[in-house]
Structure formats: structure tokens, C-alpha cells
């Protein structure tokens, strides 16, 4: 059975059908792509997954059990931890302060701020980013770095889905593979990843199966990220025919 799987996922804003009839099946243990255009729903479908909206319509099963995420806690409680691209880091506190904040185990669940640094270390190094120091102040981080953090703290809540919205848009090439053997050492861990990207060559490099949104609902589900020809994404994405050679 599929980690997760949504079925019909509506969603209105005042005079907008955001998600209109949306599916999404994942599977632990892979790269999941969600792919379409501008305004084709795809940040509010993850915002559906993160707790952050509540559906008027649709079901959300996950580990085959029903689920109703009322609040982003009780998305990341199921096992869903999202990765926005207005990264939701405290600039002026701790890297361990970020990876730790709002937890059980936050600084003032650890009997002291070393054994908060020791920890975030170790989840830092599983990241392959010993580099990083729990000390240090997070606004002091690029952009990568600050992905970093949060893909520690997803880990550090023992997070099953990491949703990642566009994460390579503020990254330079060299961090975008920094990125994928991170992600790819979360797939081979058994996490599912949900990744966002409209940039087709970077779901031929990281992506095992994909999902096109158009319009707010889903015109192909559970795709093969690689096989798939890329006029036949375009097409899908569009809405238009594309010429095979593109
Ligand atoms: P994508 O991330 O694929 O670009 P979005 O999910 O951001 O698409 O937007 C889907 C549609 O919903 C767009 O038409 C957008 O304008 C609309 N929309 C998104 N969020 C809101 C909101 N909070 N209020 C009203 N309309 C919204
Ligand atoms: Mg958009
Ligand atoms: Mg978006």
C-alpha cells in the first residue's frame, strides 16, 4: 500500500477552485515530482498536506489509516514535514535553536544547550553537512545551508514525507547537486520526498514517479519521472500538443 495517498482534494479560495479533484498516490522510498505550471495548484495542494489548509473536499489516507491534519503540528505528528520556500527559519536564533524549536526535546527539553548542539550535530552530519555548526546563527547560512536545517529539523520529528516546494530555485547549480545526494540518501532511508519543480531536467535527474497538476486537478498520476517523454509533459502540463522533437 502507498504511503500516502489523496483522492478528489478540493480546495476554493473566493472565486477560485483551487484544487478541483486533485490525486496524489506516494510511496515510501521515493522521489515523488509534482509538476505544472503557475497557478496550476501545486502550493496549495502541499499546503493541504502540511495542516496549513483544510480541504472542502477529499480524502487523506496515510499509512493506510484516515487522516485529518486540523494544524501544521498535527500534519508533522502524522509525518509530514514540508519545506517551503519562504523558509519558516528564525534568523537570529541557533541553528540546534531551529532544528529544536516547538519540539518536545526544544532547548528546554535538553538539560543543557550542549547536549541541544550534540544532538543537531549528529542530524547534521546524517544530512552529510558537518560543516554546519549547531551554534551558529542561522541567518549567517546561504540559502542551502538554510535547507539544510530544515531538512534536520523534518528528520529530528521523525518526519515519513518530506514535501519540498521549488528548493532549487534559490540554489546555484553546485548546491542543487549538494541538494540531490542529500535527497537521494533520504530515498535510499525509506523517506518518501514530494518534490516541486517545473524544471523537467531536474526531474529526469532525482525523480522516480510524478504527478501533473493543470488547472487544479490531476491530468496524470504516478507517471515514471524518467521514461516519461518530455513533449508528452508539456503537453500535459499545457494543455497543448507538442512536437516529439522538442
Ligand atoms: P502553483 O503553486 O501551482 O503556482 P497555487 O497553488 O499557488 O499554484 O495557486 C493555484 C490557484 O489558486 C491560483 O489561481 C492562485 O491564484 C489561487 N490561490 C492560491 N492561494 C490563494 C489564496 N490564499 N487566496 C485566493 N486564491 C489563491
Ligand atoms: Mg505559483
Ligand atoms: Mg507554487
Same mark, same amino acid.
Given at each position: 500500500?502507498? +504511503? ?6 478540493? *480546495? ?22 509534482? +509538476?505544472?505550471? %503557475?497557478?496550476?495548484? *501545486? !502550493? ?53 535553536? %531551529? ?6 526535546? !526544544? ?9 541541544? %548542539?550534540?544532538?543537531?550535530?549528529? #542530524? #547534521?552530519? !546524517? ?7 549547531? !551554534?551558529?546563527?542561522?541567518?549567517? +547560512?546561504?540559502?542551502?545551508? *538554510? ?7 523534518? #528528520? ?29 540518501? +533520504?530515498?535510499?532511508?525509506? *523517506? ?7 524544471? #523537467? ?46
Amino acid at each position: 500500500a502507498p +504511503l500516502l495517498q489523496l483522492t478528489g482534494i478540493v *480546495k476554493e479560495f473566493p472565486g477560485v477552485r483551487a484544487l478541483d479533484g486533485v490525486d496524489l498516490v506516494v510511496r515510501a522510498g521515493e522521489v515523488h515530482c509534482l +509538476l505544472g505550471q %503557475n497557478g496550476a495548484g *501545486k !502550493s496549495t495542494l502541499i499546503k493541504v498536506l502540511a495542516g496549513a489548509y483544510q480541504p472542502d473536499e477529499g480524502e487523506i489516507v496515510m499509512d493506510g489509516e484516515h487522516a485529518h491534519f486540523a494544524d501544521p503540528q498535527a500534519a508533522l505528528a502524522a509525518g509530514i514535514a514540508t519545506i517551503y520556500q519562504e523558509l519558516d527559519l528564525v534568523d537570529g536564533l541557533s541553528v540546534a535553536d %531551529n532544528i529544536f524549536l516547538g519540539h518536545e526535546r !526544544s532547548r528546554f527539553g535538553f538539560s543543557r544547550v550542549s547536549d541541544s %548542539n550534540r544532538a543537531a550535530r549528529e #542530524l #547534521l552530519v !546524517s544530512l552529510g553537512h558537518p560543516e554546519i555548526r549547531p !551554534s551558529r546563527e542561522t541567518g549567517s +547560512l546561504s540559502a542551502a545551508g *538554510k535547507q539544510i536545517v530544515s531538512m534536520a529539523r523534518a #528528520l529530528s520529528r521523525q518526519a515519513q514525507v518530506i514535501v519540498m516546494d521549488e528548493p532549487s530555485a534559490v540554489l546555484d547549480p553546485d548546491e542543487v547537486g549538494g541538494l540531490f545526494r542529500v535527497i537521494e540518501d +533520504l530515498r535510499a532511508s525509506g *523517506k518518501a520526498i514530494v518534490y516541486i519543480s517545473h524544471r #523537467l531536467e531536474e526531474i529526469r535527474r532525482i525523480g522516480d514517479r510524478l504527478t501533473v497538476l493543470k488547472d487544479g486537478r490531476t491530468v496524470a498520476a504516478d507517471l515514471p519521472a524518467r521514461e516519461t517523454p518530455t513533449s508528452e509533459l508539456i503537453a500535459l502540463m499545457t494543455g497543448r500538443e507538442v512536437s516529439a522533437e522538442y
